[in-house]
């Protein structure tokens, strides 16, 4: 998927089985008139003026262009900050961390939508892609949802839970306790949204809100996957998300 991986898994029945799924001169001799006598130095002060306007318009757009620079560096360097605070605490902590503060909630997403606009292509996407070429009766929970883009854009109904309710929408808790009743709904998302040192027990949350068959949508970047890069093993990953109940259908 380029920057993004999507990992697809349906949670098992209750006989344990499940189907898989398969960007002029004139030329006489005649005397012209004498011209007017000139005011060379009013000429020359009038060329200087647009000169010196052309220069404050350069060293304005130069300036206005080196704030943008600064403006977007300290930006990207605030989003990387608060992602790290994310990987590096528990989910509780986030929601303590945000609802303190959740202007900082602001930061992080303003710059989470200046890194997806560099993406050759957005999960977020793949996912609507794919709830679309199925049923619209399936009931979807979204955690980890941003500004619920995906419940505005499919038909299905979308319970969109996050840290901050940033829109009338959205639902703010812990993703590994949100007010859904058990076995409640079809479809569990996490869009690049599974993170924090408890990871496993969003995972365990989904299992137990989602109806036995129902399906988990996991889109992460690819790095988290990695172990050259010091990510997870992806097959460790899969084999630890089937423990909870689950079995792999695909992986792209």
């Known amino acids: 998927m380029g920057d993004g991986e999507v990992n697809r898994k349906r949670k098992r029945g209750?006989?344990?089985?499940?189907r898989k799924k398969r960007s002029n001169e004139d030329s006489s001799d005649q005397k012209s008139p004498n011209p007017p006598p000139v005011n060379n130095r009013s000429v020359a002060t009038a060329d200087g003026n647009r000169n010196d306007g052309k220069k404050k318009s350069q060293l304005?757009?130069?300036s206005s262009s080196l704030l943008d620079k600064m403006r977007a560096k300290l930006s990207g360097g605030h989003f990387r900050m608060l992602n790290e605070k994310l990987y590096t605490c528990t989910g509780k902590e986030a929601l303590r961390y945000f609802s303190d503060d959740p202007s900082l909630f602001n930061v992080y997403h303003a710059g989470y939508q200046e890194q997806m606009l560099h993406w050759?292509?957005?999960p977020v996407n793949i996912i609507m892609k794919w709830l679309k070429n199925k049923s619209p009766s399936l009931v979807v929970a979204d955690f980890g949802c941003g500004d619920a883009r995906l419940a505005k854009n499919v038909k299905n109904k979308v319970y969109s839970f996050d840290?901050?309710?940033n829109d009338p929408s959205v639902i703010a808790c812990d993703m590994s306790n949100t007010p859904l009743e058990s076995s409640s709904?079809?479809?569990?998302?996490?869009?690049l949204s599974l993170m924090g040192v408890n990871y496993q027990s969003f995972i365990q949350e989904a299992n137990r809100v989602l109806k036995?068959?129902?399906w988990l949508l996991i889109a992460e970047v690819k790095s988290r996957f990695d172990p050259n890069t010091k990510g997870a093993d992806p097959k460790?990953?899969?084999k630890a998300v089937c423990k909870l109940g689950?079995?792999?259908e695909l992986k792209e």
């Open 60 to 62: 304005s757009s130069r």
């Open 212 to 214: 036995p068959g129902g």
């Open 185 to 191: 709904i079809d479809v569990a998302v996490f869009c």
């Open 163 to 165: 840290l901050v309710a």
């Open 236 to 238: 460790v990953f899969i």
């Open 14 to 18: 209750r006989g344990g089985k499940s």
């Open 120 to 122: 050759p292509e957005q």
């Open 246 to 248: 689950f079995t792999s």
